[in-house]
Nanobody, 122 residues
Framework: QVQLVESGGGLVQAGGSLRLSCAAS????????MGWYRQAPGKQREFVAS????????YYADSVKGRFTISRDNAKNTVYLQMDSLKPGDTAVYYCAAGFYAVVSITDVDYWGQGTQVTVSS
């Protein structure tokens, strides 16, 4: 039984920070690439960031480069997304994602979390 459970979302003012967490279970976490997607109302789900199983290789969407940092703790089966310098445009439901081969493409995602709301006020 695979589970990805996000937490850490909330309401924050522009320029502020949040750290999202995703606790994983039911699969070999260290063998999977982990990532984050987000979806704003009326828009398609978009890729945000990914991190390889070893925790060294990371990839970010251009819109969040320099502001967001993805990390993982394989001992805790948890992936994080540190979000700094938040903008109103970052407002969305953020989803944790896992893929054995990749997560940068939606079609590569094997497992999804339920999502956590991030709202950035101006």
């Amino acid at each position: 039984q695979v589970q990805l459970v996000e937490s850490g979302g909330g309401l924050v003012q522009a320029g502020g920070s949040l750290r999202l967490s995703c606790a994983a279970s039911g699969f070999t976490f260290s063998k999977h690439i982990m990532g984050w997607y987000r979806q704003a109302p009326g828009k398609q789900r978009e890729f945000v960031a990914s991190i390889h199983g070893g925790g060294r290789d990371t990839y970010y969407a251009d819109s969040v480069k320099g502001r967001f940092t993805i990390s993982r703790d394989n001992a805790k089966n948890t992936v994080y997304l540190q979000m700094d310098s938040l903008k109103p445009g970052d407002t969305a439901v953020y989803y944790c994602a896992a893929g054995f081969y990749a997560v940068v493409s939606i079609t590569d995602v094997d497992y999804w979390g339920q999502g956590t709301q991030v709202t950035v006020s101006s």
